[in-house]
């Protein structure tokens, strides 16, 4: 009865550790897409930044245009205060894109610091040291080993 006993518990022992390997997988699972989906608004914000520039560029190059025309034609100066006003727009449309692209950047982090935490998080839950969790997100991350402890020491 007492082996009987035993091989029950080491039964439901052995389910229990079953389904903490599902939880652990399904939390890593749901940690790379995060991962996923931060590497995805970079990439957006760095297009976005690329896109930014470049029409950063094209407004200077349409400023210096109106006034070489300015300088050459005075009948011209209707046409020169026309494209000022476009230039003006496309500066304020540059603004905001560039303010869109701080707010991606900021959302981009902001979710590279919440699957960090969870990360550790998951790590302090299964009982790994703090050390295993550095190195987990060193591996996961790619933080220096100097950013990975201090990260684990934050949100242990």
């Not at 894109?97 to 610091?113: F, G, M, N, P, S």
């Not at 550095?134 to 591996?139: D, G, M, W, Y």
Request: hydrophobic share 20%.
């Amino acid at each position: 009865k007492q082996a009987e006993e035993q091989r029950k518990q080491a039964e439901e022992q052995r389910k229990q550790a079953e389904e903490q390997q599902k939880q652990v997988e399904e939390q890593q699972k749901q940690v790379e897409e995060q991962r996923k989906q931060a590497e995805e608004q970079r990439k957006q914000a760095e297009e976005q930044r690329k896109q930014a520039e470049e029409q950063q560029k094209q407004v200077e190059e349409q400023r210096k245009q109106a006034e070489e025309q300015q300088k050459q034609v005075e009948e011209q100066q209707k046409q020169v205060e026309e494209q000022q006003k476009q230039v003006e727009e496309q500066r304020k449309q540059v603004e905001e894109q560039q303010k869109q692209i701080e707010e991606t950047k900021r959302q981009a982090e902001l979710t590279e610091e919440n699957s960090i935490k969870s990360i550790i998080g998951l790590c302090r839950e299964l009982g790994t040291s703090k050390e295993a969790a550095a190195r987990k997100l060193i591996e996961k991350k790619g933080l220096n080993q100097e950013t990975a402890l201090e990260k684990t020491t934050l949100y242990w």
